[in-house]
């Protein structure tokens, strides 16, 4: 079975930190580019981070760039997500996508999905 799962959601405190984790299965992730994607009620997916499936190159949006870092292990077919100084406006629905590409913007651009991981900054 071709999917990918997301984990390591939660509810935080303003400025805490969360790491997510998305694990594939039934396909080679490592062929893939992965991005994050993430969906606030009311608002539109948006992505937020982006990791290529060759050198590693990384993209992070401006809206959480200094705080998130995306990174991958290719020998546990895994992405990460590490979430720091977290605040409200980051509470949303992440999901993790693959794609053959690099930093492909628009989400149907990706071939697989996870089922997303609900992140809530609160306190």
């Known amino acids: 079975q071709v999917q990918l799962v997301e984990s390591g959601g939660g509810l935080v405190q303003p400025g805490g930190s969360l790491k997510l984790s998305c694990a594939a299965s039934?396909?080679?992730?490592?062929?893939?580019?992965v991005a994050w994607f993430r969906q606030a009620p009311g608002k539109e997916r948006e992505g937020v981070s982006y990791?290529?499936?060759?050198?590693?190159?990384?993209y992070i949006a401006d809206s959480v760039k200094g705080r998130f870092t995306i990174s991958r292990d290719n020998a546990k077919s895994a992405v990460y997500l590490q979430m720091n100084s977290l605040k409200p406006e980051d509470t949303a629905v992440y999901y993790c996508?693959?794609?053959?590409?690099?930093?492909?913007?628009?989400?149907?651009?990706?071939?697989?999905w996870g089922q997303g991981t609900q992140v809530t900054v609160s306190s």
């Open positions: 996508a693959a794609a053959g590409d690099f930093l492909l913007l628009h989400d149907y651009e990706y071939d697989y």
């Open positions: 990791i290529s499936n060759d050198d590693g190159s990384t």
């Open positions: 039934g396909f080679p992730l490592n062929y893939y580019a």
